[in-house]
C-alpha cells in the first residue's frame, strides 16, 4: 500500500498532509515543470478519530477543547490531486451556559467542515534531481453551533462560514540542502452573531509553513514544522506564531497513533477595554487514531 508522507500542516490539528510524489505512482519530472505519465491513478481514504486540547480553528483561538471524526479521501492521478474532507467535532462542555459562546461568538467551535481541495504537482530544480512541489486550492464550508438569546435566555443556532484559500510550496536552498516553505492564502467570510445577521464579516489570513525533514527511530517517526501568520480584519493584526511536533506510531492492522503538539503564541484575541494588548500561548496538544480504510493502486 503506498501511504501519504505524514508532516505538519499549517491546517487543523488533526488533518494529516496528503503530499504525494507523483513518481511513486510511475510520473517521470520533465523540464519547464511538467510531470509526465503514464502513471497509476490512486485512490485512499482515512479516518482520523481522536481529541484536542486547547483546541485552534486553524488561527482562532477557541477556549475549549473537542472530541472530532474527520473522513478524508484523496485520489491521485498524473500531476493531478483531488481531495473530499468530511469533519464533525464535538466541543467539551457545549452547553448554553458556557462563558466563551455567550462572551466571544467568533470563538465557537465549528461543529461541521466539508472541504474540497484540487492541487496540481511541479517539478522544479536540476533536472538530474528535481524537487516536486504542489500548488493547492481550497474551499470549505463550516458549521457553527452559537448561543444566541431569545426571550432573556440562552438557545443554539445554526450559522455558517465559508472559505476559499490557495496553498503553494517555494522551493529554495540552505547552503546545498533543498529546502520548501509553504504560503498558505485564505479568505473567510460569514456571519459573526446569528442574533445580527448585519454582522456580516470578511478575512484575510496568510501564514508561512516551514516544515524541517523527517526523523525516525525505529518504526516512530517525528516530523517538526512552524507556522508563522497573520489575519487581515480590517487590518493586519500582530505575527502569530505555532511550532508543531507530531510524533507518528508504527503501523499495526492499517491503523497508526497520532500525538501532536501545535502551541499557538501570539497576541490571540482583542484585548479586554482598558487593558494593553498582550502575547498569549494556547497549549493545541491532540492524540488520535489514522486508520487506512481503503486505499488502491490501479495499475494500467
Known amino acids: 500500500m503506498v501511504c501519504a508522507a505524514l508532516q505538519a500542516q499549517e491546517l487543523d490539528i488533526y488533518d494529516i498532509d496528503d503530499f504525494v510524489d507523483p513518481r511513486i505512482f510511475g510520473a517521470v519530472a520533465a523540464p519547464h515543470g511538467r510531470i509526465n505519465c503514464p502513471c497509476d491513478p490512486f485512490l485512499v ?73 484540487l492541487a496540481r504537482y511541479l517539478a522544479v530544480g536540476p533536472h538530474g534531481s528535481p524537487s516536486i512541489i504542489r500548488m493547492e486550492a481550497t474551499f470549505t464550508f463550516a458549521q457553527y453551533r452559537q448561543a444566541a438569546p431569545v426571550n432573556g435566555q440562552f438557545t443554539f443556532a445554526s450559522r455558517h462560514e465559508h472559505e476559499f484559500g490557495f496553498e503553494g510550496d517555494i522551493p529554495w536552498r540552505l547552503g546545498r540542502f533543498p529546502m520548501i516553505t509553504s504560503l498558505v492564502y485564505v479568505g473567510r467570510s460569514g456571519v459573526r452573531d446569528v442574533s445580527h445577521p448585519e454582522t456580516e464579516f470578511a478575512e484575510q489570513r496568510v501564514t508561512f509553513l516551514q516544515r524541517a525533514p523527517r526523523f525516525s527511530a525505529g518504526y516512530w517517526s517525528f516530523d517538526t514544522a512552524v507556522a508563522v501568520g497573520s489575519v487581515n480584519a480590517g487590518h493586519w493584526s500582530d505575527l502569530m506564531v505555532q511550532p508543531s511536533l507530531h510524533i507518528t506510531s508504527p503501523t499495526i492492522l492499517n491503523m497508526r497513533v497520532n500525538i501532536r503538539y501545535a502551541p499557538q503564541v501570539g497576541r490571540l484575541r482583542p484585548p479586554i477595554r482598558g487593558e494593553k494588548p498582550r502575547s498569549e500561548t494556547a497549549n493545541q496538544f491532540a492524540i488520535f487514531i489514522d486508520w487506512a480504510l481503503f486505499a488502491r493502486r490501479f495499475h494500467h
Not at 51 to 64: E, H, I, M, Q, W
Not at 83 to 106: C, I, M, Y
Request: aromatic share 10%; glycine share 8%.
Open 45 to 117: 481514504s482515512r479516518l482520523m478519530a481522536g481529541g484536542v486540547a486547547n483546541y485552534v480553528d486553524v488561527l482562532r483561538v477557541t477556549d475549549s477543547g473537542a472530541s472530532f471524526v474527520h473522513l478524508a479521501t484523496s485520489y491521485y492521478r498524473g500531476p493531478w490531486q483531488a481531495n473530499w474532507k468530511v469533519t464533525q467535532l464535538n466541543r467539551e462542555g457545549f452547553g448554553s451556559d458556557h462563558p466563551a459562546l455567550r462572551s466571544n461568538t467568533s470563538a465557537a467551535t465549528p461543529q461541521n467542515k466539508n472541504t474540497l481541495q
